[in-house]
């Protein structure tokens, strides 16, 4: 009922993340605002939503999209993609930076009550051997591989703290884990490790080269979780107090490979780890303690589950 017939503004409405909120909150009953920038709505939602066009580096553009705003999910902004980090490194660190600068000074000036920001349960930590603790963050700096997109990411937090302490907005932190799902990313070019690999497993490429020595472990959690963790953050704990969204557990990306092979049919690839290639931290895990305490908050799906979804989806696009 937190959702029913409230305003809300999806920003990144159009892509991976943002997508599977709009899903969410129209089934929850809210009016879902979306921002129109180079890329438009996935189709079965254009009669439920209302699209305005905008440039949201442009702040009157971002005082019209919070007009009337109830709540706001900040889902726009740039990934660290390998490809895109090595070629601008800057890229996804201005362009998120100018994004959520110019969405917060728009709230503060409108009626907007909360506010959902992202960190990351990734990027920001330091390098740690155990599953890491929100109040953890500011122990030591980022991982070295993770320098500049890491602390912008600690800064975003900051500015939210920076609002919430200048205004009445209910800001909630976000820290999430390695997302996939269905409508990911899965450009050559931008995607992150889960699509690459379900590209490549569909198309059957052999040999299936992978950089690293697959023993790299991380938190993977369906996007649909993610969603559901953060519309119970929004809801009950918008306080500007980080918590962990994840599974609570890791996998190698050794177990990754397995499972999307499996479910794409391509049992027989002869699979190599190539070690000569860069990859980044052996092991991000983190303490789910908070979400689960605060939130009442466990994901549903799998690991498996959570694969093998999104490889039938794949698939199913691919032959379309």
Known sequence: MFYNNKKVLVTGGTGFVGSHFVQALLTAGAHVR???HNRHPRPEFAPHIE???ADMTNL??????????DYIFHAAGAVAAANMTVNNPMSAISANLILTVRLLEAAMATPVQRILLFSSGTTAYPLVNHPIREEEMWDAPPAPV???YGWMRRYLELLGQFVASKSKIGV???RPTAVFGRHDDFDPLTGHVVPALIRRAVAQENPFVVWGNGLEARDFLHVSDLVEGCLRLLEKHAVCDPVNIGRGQTHTIREVVSIILRHAGHTQAEVIFDET??????LRSVDTTKAKQLLDFTPKLSLEEGLADTVTWYRQQSNQ
């Open 34 to 36: 979306i921002p129109l």
């Open 51 to 53: 699209l305005i066009p």
């Open 60 to 69: 009157k553009d971002c005082l019209h999209l919070c007009e009337g705003v």
């Open 146 to 148: 993770y320098f500049g």
């Open 172 to 174: 909630a932190l976000c």
């Open 277 to 282: 290639k860069p990859t980044t931290i052996p």
